[in-house]
């Protein structure tokens, strides 16, 4: 998986898929806010992205891992396979918020 970078600019979410078949499994999520405030969660899910209905994907955040009311930027770094990773933005004054990760070939 190439890196990605997501630049966030309102309240929302922001999914990333993940090659969780990759092994050994190792991903980087960083959450960066720049010049400004928000607050925000990393959430996670085993649910394929790719073709469960958004609807029917169950994402959930791990204590430690940049939970949700998180107001500061931070970086996870990911070692048991998850199908996903997205960045759940539920406050957002100034400032964009870069959502990046990056997984090794």
């Given at each position: 998986?190439?890196?990605?970078?997501?630049?966030?600019?309102?309240?929302?979410?922001?999914?990333?898929?993940?090659?969780?078949?990759?092994?050994?499994?190792?991903?980087?999520?960083?959450?960066?806010?720049?010049?400004?405030?928000?607050?925000?969660?990393?959430?996670?899910?085993?649910?394929?992205?790719m073709?469960?209905?958004?609807?029917?994907?169950?994402?959930?955040?791990?204590?430690?891992?940049?939970?949700?009311?998180?107001?500061?930027?931070?970086?996870?770094?990911?070692?048991?396979?998850f199908?996903?990773?997205?960045?759940n933005?539920?406050?957002?004054?100034?400032?964009?918020?870069?959502?990046?990760?990056?997984?090794?070939?």
């Amino acid at each position: 998986m190439r890196e990605v970078n997501v630049i966030i600019t309102a309240t929302g979410t922001y999914p990333v898929a993940l090659d969780w078949m990759k092994s050994p499994f190792m991903a980087t999520a960083q959450v960066n806010i720049v010049g400004g405030t928000a607050t925000y969660g990393l959430e996670f899910t085993l649910d394929n992205i790719m073709i469960t209905p958004a609807a029917n994907v169950r994402w959930q955040s791990i204590t430690g891992l940049l939970p949700p009311s998180t107001t500061t930027s931070g970086i996870a770094q990911l070692t048991t396979p998850f199908c996903a990773v997205r960045c759940n933005v539920t406050a957002f004054a100034t400032g964009p918020v870069e959502f990046k990760v990056a997984q090794g070939l």
